[in-house]
């Protein structure tokens, strides 16, 4: 297992092909804009070396038999998906920002729908992924979803795009293996990860058998090209700020990656063209995946909720009335966020050898939730900081020997509290409502949008037989026979 | 064990005092707004003797080693916990409105306390306790909490009240036993439990002490008077209406009950005075009974959704995609609800040999966003039920050959389905509502006020471990190092 | 015109066919179910003799030059437009309920049509309906506007319903007049009103022309058959109760009316066939006629909101913090349902000779806006209220010389106040929230659904020139040149 | 009256005293994070100028007879209110950002209580407020109200803070004038004025006479610095990016501004210690300026929405029903946002010779309805354009000729829009959710925060006559008599 510094050493090993400002860049650890995502994935690696969380973190792999760290773990219980929650609400607190340890919930729906392929095909997808899931837990590798196409006509399917390529796209297939060409957009730390993990995101059609691609890439392959997006505050890194950081140890990165006729060897193919097998495989992934969205955005609440509590106490207004009763919302808000996933995890059904898949109904429901709480949470969290929020002044005019003491007196709140200690908690707060590790946007797109979890939401309601149950009971009750 | 019949019977036995419509009666069974209710009940007794239902009703009790109805049972595990909202869902799909099963709640407080008060105070309340869940369990007996004190002036405490008795008071001890007087409201199902679980409605202060008393008295017990109130078209039920009740088979039903110098024997009392124990036991039983709040209003909740989906086909626009966005909605708060109730028992937590308790923060904020939450249910149910829900004609006038023609004719909705067909459906929605079995009362009074459940909400989370790390989390991040 | 009693004795002369209960009845003024709506209405009436009054409710007809009520009159600007909206939301404040008062509504929709549809096609509607409306104001006389069809299967259009008469048909033209078949729901007030204003309700097409009739209909024409609807709590009415009427002056009535081969002649028909002018036609009428919401359930709510305000008293709790904070959300909910229609109103224009008529994206939005509002203040009422809103006990109980000493005592607040006192406030509250003069239902269904209206908040949008103006600006703003 | 050339060479004569990023700057004009700023403000001065909005932004001066822009207008009329409302609704919606124009809203509130004043003091303020107003119609000059003292522990009053100046205070006074000490916060466009309007942000009690300071400062007087804050998105500005601003002609500029012993001469000082008369002053200047909100924010969300709008479009969705449903929702949520400040300009009333009052409680409503409304704006921004938003690449990546030819492939949407297009429309939605131009933070604590208004609301309308009128009905309607 790797240590915080191991995994630094590991990513900076990899040699990731990046072009962010404007240039190409060889040092990424070395470059403020990345460092702190770095550190933050770091930070998680050595959650499992302290004693303190060797109960939470430490567990044997039921698949090696080897002790890994549970965020490599595939649940084999209803306690392991809830665990799964827990984890990452304590991670997120501990960062103030995504995790990016998530990647194992693919493992459950990988091995289940590579199992189900074979059998009916004969194809061997299922010894790929299984060797890939040990090898990611042997070496303790980061993996990172690469999902999102570009999709250009949202109408039109993959195959009737006027660019072939707006759906990544397996252009060439050989006996050593596939060719892949075209994007994946909102890459969450795709540079932070040792292996791309290539999966479609949609329900292809017949007729898009091309577009049907699930595999593994190491993250340095050849013709992959990782560009960073410009998010807000980024600027802020580049320059050497800190108190202005707001979050002054880490944060978020996120690329387009260009799949630039990148050659897959069939051992990390696990699935190639079964487009009637992607439905099914892609909402178990939503299903595994999404309660996990509980457990982060409550526990990244929970560094918000704690950082306006400060603010208020800084007010002076900690215990006036209307304060606390937005802070009791903003508690409500993020427990019913951590609810949701819970929930779903403790319904949670075995899938065989595969292990446990959440309710996916509970899933869905749970990720729709919380992409409408968060805007909640932030209007509560400005309205209790105050006008300083949107009017706060930069650390390099407190540090101005000219102006410097006028801010530390006229930007004080309480008096035993400095004009410093003000700004830093303004700049946190701003940070993760709408600055770098803007909790918005991970909650409304990032997993899946709200939208796309309330039609699977309302399609698995069709099925549930307790929805069958409650229109029987709304007959019988009000004496419709028939 | 009791079934449904049996049940019955024992109710018939108890012949309680009960006034209602201007007069006293002496036929509980009898009467067209009781017996619904008594229906209602009796229904949940057979469950545990329905073979397809035996799993989840039936378990060895753990203080008796006897098989017992789930229901009487103390949760000895999360799974327990869990399980306890998932048949209070059960229970409360079937019937469409409150199924009177939450009495045991009171089971593990009580055995907790009254330990701790014994071994403090040298008192023998524990035994009491002990022997009267025993006695539940054995017989299969139902428990009616009553808790609401009158109260008078809000913001006087019990012993400062002009009239002396707006709280529960005892007027009298003797060796033999306490002399009850005062009176408790809003007693859903007093006359349908065999036991009255008399407890305090509030944390009373140092100077109240006659006030604090826990203790079980039999629903007959001399001086008990139960006065029926008048709840939304309980009318029809007079009238002997059938489709017009909306539910026609079951229904709730609410006392006031005036203890008139009610004298309970010592070994029935759990707790007399102690009054610096209230807080914990108070808090206790609100985080037993408020996960259960999750279980009840999205089981009655489904059956709205099923009727308000019935509703939609019957106006032909089942598939319409606004009507679909909205059931989603809808959907989606009943499973939140429900998923706020399993989380608190999911992340419950061992009290020794009184069992498990749910977590409190995650238990009262289930209440708490349960009762904005129904709200929300029915504004999305009457608009997809449409304007014939609040000018809906009668069943006389259905039944009036002169003009029962024309609503034959024009009040239904598609061809394939009869007007009476559609009014059924009108008047299950009425009832679920704002009828006789309305879920919002419920949902914002029942088992604690929304607004109390935020304030406890809140005075939890301030002692809770993981609100402090965040405030720790939030310092560290933003770089306050003092 | 007519004074209150003037129109008691007018609508006692109209002998209306009316079935209630279960059988016909000929005294409609003294069915206890019917003489609190007709008292509501005479109310109206009274206000223009108040002295007080005078200024709001007199003026000067713009048709015949006589003084008319401003109940009748057809605005002539945007403050006539206004002060409709205020003079319906003193209506309602003093009723409690709906005031039967927007019939006038219609004035100028149906004369700018006929003039319309007369110039292209030489028919003579223009003056049907001018020499009507004189007739209203002339005679002071009530109208309901007949609107809302069986509808049956909403995915079919008139002419495509296997019931040929699901839509108020023209089953016969003569010489003489027009026959109609069908019915009416939903209607508020029919049997209040001397004339019955028959509208489509909806936007028939080609092939409908048979359903697109306007015209107007004596109350008491040979054929109209009234049948009472049957709503929450109109039994206590029969019974005779007065303190659990909640509202014991007061109260809406609402019929089915079936239309059994209605005559009626060519000069009181206003539209028949015209089927390509119903579309600006409903529009326009959807125009006037929301904004009146904004009055309308701002008054209603007012009565909601004092109630609640002074049962915040009687529980002691009127300054608590929480409670203050509840009732502002109400007054802001209030006021923002009033800003719509006056905001509406203020923005009207002229249509010409027909007067004014209120913005119609502003109008639609009004309705829309109030539509979902409603459920909030009822939410924060019974919040405030307590659990007595839905355990209270019934008048009977309370006159009961056995056990209303106990109510006396035991439903009381604060000591200042009588138990009555109490249970008059509870029975209002319960009244206006989903007794028999709920606001929900008017506020989702009346005067058109908040869905109907947000659709028309749609396409009116996308034909207002500052939305093409804004997406103009946009691509300005961000440089987006062609 | 000035062209917006002549505004931009007035301000630069105006050589303020300015601090931005680190160092002090001479070329106020000249600096990118400036520049934006005076340019909205100048177009807004050209308004007046396009032969097209003559009618609207053209009036006579009712103080000097001679012609002025609306903008510097002392509303006569309600009329004149509504204008101003509309007024500011056009000018946001063509800047897409704060338009700097409200601060003739004072003109009225200082006339009428420099008037009251003299009359009871004998002071001679009026004719002081007098000139100035004149002076400001005259010259055509942009006032900037400076309100937000800095306030330290908000529990404790002015005199009682531990830094005497944690509250701007008059600390010299002498036959020519007053000397003021300390800052003032939140001052949007605070180098965009040639005036600075000194208003009290607090009503102060006795004892706290000398922070009870009205009176107009030229932005350039002798000790006036003005101190630039740090914004999301400013630093983008500096670096010279045209495509990543998202608004590349208009943007916001807030300063900190320090009062370092400023003189004032009498003549321009209007108030000065008399704490009486504060708590009038304030609410009626509240009740002019909030709703301005209305125009204002409405304005600025017809930028954001028509941006959504073509972003829709862009994504080949915009079309979609639940597209549709989300942006009549968008439009719904403008339209009560302005018809809002409409009606309470529509329910102004006359204060005599100082002009027309809105009425201040739905002035107040206004406010705190628009302080909650923008959240779900941005949040319905967020989830139509897709995770784009969060995810976007900047220009510079764009321009590169190794990596731009795959962003301007994989970025796109629809084909026949070009990637720049869809980068532009992401940028600008960036910029009004949580960038630069945030509407966010100007509808959360602009003008007054939502708390500070809701308890506005709450205390005029308890002094609200139909609130009296509406408990008096609700007692008579329940049959309370005494």
């Given at each position: 297992m790797k240590r915080g510094k191991d995994y630094i050493q590991s990513i900076k090993d990899m040699k990731f092909e990046l072009y962010i400002d404007g240039g190409k860049i060889s040092d990424i650890y070395g470059h403020p804009q990345i460092r702190p995502a770095i550190d933050a994935v770091a930070a998680t690696y050595d959650f499992a070396f302290r004693p303190d969380l060797k109960d939470q973190f430490l567990l044997q792999s039921n698949l090696t038999g080897e002790t890994i760290s549970r965020f490599q773990h595939m649940p084999q219980s209803t306690e392991d998906l809830m665990r799964k929650v827990s984890i990452t609400r304590f991670a997120n607190r501990q960062l103030g920002c995504c995790s990016f340890r998530c990647a194992q919930n693919i493992f459950a729906p990988l091995l289940y729908i590579t199992e189900k392929i074979d059998r009916d095909?004969?194809?061997?997808y299922h010894e790929n992924a299984l060797n890939w899931i040990k090898l990611m837990q042997k070496e303790d590798l980061l993996g990172c979803p690469a999902?999102?196409?570009?999709?250009?006509?949202?109408?039109?399917?993959a195959s009737k795009?006027?660019?072939?390529e707006m759906y990544l796209k397996v252009v060439e297939k050989s006996k050593d293996g596939i060719v892949l060409k075209g994007a994946k957009l909102c890459q969450t730390g795709a540079i932070l990860a040792h292996e791309k993990i290539v999966l479609p995101c949609t329900t292809h059609r017949p007729g898009d058998e091309d577009y049907v691609v699930v595999c593994a890439v190491p993250g340095n392959a050849p013709g992959l090209i990782n560009i960073s997006v410009r998010q807000p505050q980024d600027d802020r890194r580049r320059e050497g700020a800190e108190i202005d950081l707001g979050n002054i140890l880490y944060g978020v990165h996120e690329c387009i990656v260009v799949f630039d006729n990148v050659f897959v060897p069939w051992e990390r193919v696990f699935m190639c063209g079964e487009v009637e097998y992607l439905d099914e495989f892609n909402n178990m992934f939503g299903a595994c995946h999404r309660p996990t969205t509980g457990g982060c955005k409550s526990g990244w609440a929970d560094v918000l909720i704690g950082a306006t509590e400060l603010m208020a106490e800084n007010n002076g207004l900690r215990s006036i009335s209307h304060v606390k009763d937005k802070l009791s919302d903003m508690y409500s808000l993020s427990e019913t966020i951590c609810s949701c996933g819970i929930a779903a995890a403790a319904r949670g059904f075995s899938i065989g050898a595969a292990g446990y898949l959440p309710d996916p109904i509970l899933a869905n429901n749970s990720k729709y939730y919380t992409s409408k709480a968060v805007y909640d949470l932030i209007r509560l969290a400005e309205d209790i900081t105050g006008g300083i929020l949107s009017c706060c002044p930069g650390e390099k005019e407190l540090r101005n020997p000219e102006i410097g003491p006028y801010l530390e007196r006229y930007v004080k709140g309480v008096d035993s509290q400095s004009a410093e200690h003000r700004l830093r908690l303004v700049r946190l707060i701003e940070n993760i409502s709408?600055?770098?590790?803007?909790i918005l946007h991970s909650a409304t797109?990032?997993?899946?949008s709200g939208q796309a979890c309330k039609l699977l939401l309302y399609e698995f309601s069709q099925f549930a037989p307790y929805r069958q149950e409650a229109l029987a009971s709304a007959r019988r009750l009000c004496g419709i026979t028939k």
């Open positions: 095909r004969g194809t061997h999902i999102t196409d570009p999709k250009g006509d949202r109408r039109l399917q795009q006027p660019d072939p709408w600055g770098l590790n803007s797109h990032g997993g899946g």
